[in-house]
């Protein structure tokens, strides 16, 4: 079924212990968008500048992306480089240049406002909460947020969250969150200010899924060379949302279960983890959904006891 | 089936977030034996002084350890004081005081020697070594070390090692001992050097078991409060041999599967979890077989999907 994805589309610069990039395709609802072609067609609302490239354009497209809702405005596209540390458990931010995306006001084409699924991407929470408020047959929204937003905007984001059906922040973000530092109380704290589901991405340690009575957890998938993290946390979030609106769970029909949202994290896990395969987004380029789904099945035989 | 347990008896001096003990049992032997005791009845190899108290001595008693092999000597008990951060990921040394722990030579009891399971609490390797030579009729042997053997004394760490079928550490020694930062390729490496079974200990994120053609991950029990530490790393071994040693497995016989290393695995996690909710021993006191199955189903709960 239709989903809505919200946030940046980029440039990044990154160095890893593997290698660099001077400049790739990147963004947060980029990442998102590719991860969960592979299970729906996602429509993308976000902004570009001119120097936004044809091929960038041409491999959205290639997988299905719908681009109405792509503004390209003059100006320069939003730019970020970064380092990785050694083990790549953390980076360095090395240029934030915002670009076209400083005056970022999402407008959702009419065409995508009957979507059933809504996945927004880390961007400011009034921003967030003004798309929700354009949609009009939602079953499931949610989103992402970072330690910024927490921080700085804390009432703007209570107000924003309290609209969502899940939250999908990482292990620092739900502490700062919370101001639990133990993550089931920090859980049990943000179920609390509205959202039924919550997911905690904790990167190479895997992901958890906390619900008000049950809670899901999977170890992160061993890979033998991480070449680039960068987008694997978005990467999740397309697969998780993806992975939804293609089994067309209806919540207020009540079939969405632990069971459902459980797979779900599975298949944000595998699509988390191809994408540290390769720098960007160039995994996808090659990517199938049979290779998806073995790596689903291996994450069921390396889990089961 | 029968099963020894090699290393420290001690007592521990432990300051934690949620508190402070002067002075309580400890020692990687007496978790070891104490985990162990609710799958089968060890028998213990150490040694400790004149202040070793009767009520410590009772507690191992009465949880079925064989104390036959601990020997009672003049002078002073192990003494280990330590002090945890904020988070309980990190700790501080404050004292070590080895007393009579300083000329451990471990003597295996006559009535000991024919037992089928080893488990090699961390001690100097050529200890371990001369252990693993006194006994007669091992089915299943194995054990423990820590980086400052696996810096200072490799050769004698490899022999070591090379006679064990499992070994038991956590990543960061993992990482050390093969000389490769990632965990898939340490294990590689590792399982080269002799062990045909390598458990790799997480802490709060979990354990993993690999085998030359196979791998399994579990992720860590979510406590509400961990109370202290101590001791679950050996905990989890207990866990782990005591339940391999209940069920007897045959390895001459190829009876060992990985699903009967997995499930082991899993009642390692059970045991460390239940140490980690009171402050040394104490949660073992009143701990339950039947309690101890039930984490063991929630386990099989939150991973299942």
Redesign the interface.
Known sequence: MSLVVVGSVAYDGVETPHGRVERMLGGAATYISLAASFFTRPRLVGIVGEDFADEDTQLLLKHGVDLEGLERVPGKTFFWAGKYS??MNDRETLQTDLNVFADFDPKIPSSYRAARYLLLGNIQPALQRSVRAQMNGLRLAGGDTMNYWIKDFREELLETIAQWDFLLINDGEARMLSGE?????AAGAILEMGPHTLVIK?GE??A?LFRRD??????GY?????FDPTGAGDCFAGGFIGYLAEQGFDLEAGHISR?DL??A??YGSVMGSFCCERFGVERFRTLTRSEIDARFEE???????
Do not use: Q
């Open positions: 050694e083990d530092s133990n993550l089931r109380k904790r340690h895997g958890m049950s809670f899901f957890i999977v170890p061993l890979l033998e060379d991480v069971g459980s797979r994290v599975i994450f069921r035989k390396f889990t089961s006891f």
